[in-house]
Structure formats: structure tokens, C-alpha cells
Nanobody, 119 residues
Framework: AQLVESGGGLVQAGGSLRLSCAATGSIYNFNRMSWYRQAPGKQRELVADKTTGHIITYADSVKGRFTIYTDNVRNVSLQMDNLKPEDTAVYYC???????????????WGQGTQVTVSS
């Protein structure tokens, strides 16, 4: 599978953006779909995550401002409101699928999309 992202861009502080990510190819039932981000000079960090058990996790820095939506089949999106300059980063979607009948997992990453928030 490939994950294809869209929706990044430049926005002023206080504005909103919606990132989308879709898996191409066969229909998947991902056990987990997530968004990560990486700012210059920093490690990649988890932004939001949703499992098939409907457990949703947000980084403390985005709680109340970002919302993750996913069908856990092939689509995940991230609604980002009240954006701050410190949200500037490359955002990556991520999907994990537990293999059936065989031990192990398959992990997939999107190509990354730049989000820049000006002050």
C-alpha cells in the first residue's frame, strides 16, 4: 500500500487547515492510523492516533485544537484549528496493519506535507 497525503500549506496563526491521507491499492483494515510531525532540528513526534478500538490519543500540545478522523480502512484526516507558529512542521500520515495468520505488522508512511504557520 501507499499513503498519499494532501492539504498542507501556509496559513496565518489562528487559522485552520485539513490534512488528508488515503491508501492506494487494495482495501485495507488498518489497526491504527495516525499523524506524526517533524519540525526542523527536532525528532518526529506523534500528533494524533486512532486505533480500531476507537482509542484516540492526542499530543498535549494539540489537544482541543486538532481532531483526527479515520475509517481505519483507507482514509485518515487531521482537522487543525487555531494553528500556532509552533505547529510548523512536515506532517506524515502513518498506518499499521497486524498481519493475519503470520506474526508481525506492516507499517506505512505518507510522503509528508509541509504545514507552515506564520505569526
Amino acid at each position: 500500500a501507499q499513503l498519499v497525503e494532501s492539504g498542507g500549506g501556509l496559513v496565518q496563526a489562528g487559522g485552520s487547515l485539513r490534512l488528508s491521507c488515503a491508501a492506494t491499492g487494495s482495501i485495507y483494515n488498518f489497526n491504527r492510523m495516525s499523524w506524526y510531525r517533524q519540525a526542523p532540528g527536532k525528532q518526529r513526534e506523534l500528533v494524533a492516533d486512532k486505533t480500531t478500538g476507537h482509542i484516540i490519543t492526542y499530543a498535549d500540545s494539540v489537544k482541543g485544537r486538532f481532531t483526527i478522523y479515520t475509517d481505519n480502512v483507507r482514509n485518515v484526516s487531521l482537522q487543525m484549528d487555531n494553528l500556532k507558529p509552533e505547529d510548523t512542521a512536515v506532517y506524515y500520515c502513518y498506518a499499521l496493519q497486524v498481519r493475519v495468520g503470520v506474526r508481525g505488522v506492516d507499517e506505512y508512511w505518507g510522503q509528508g506535507t509541509q504545514v507552515t504557520v506564520s505569526s
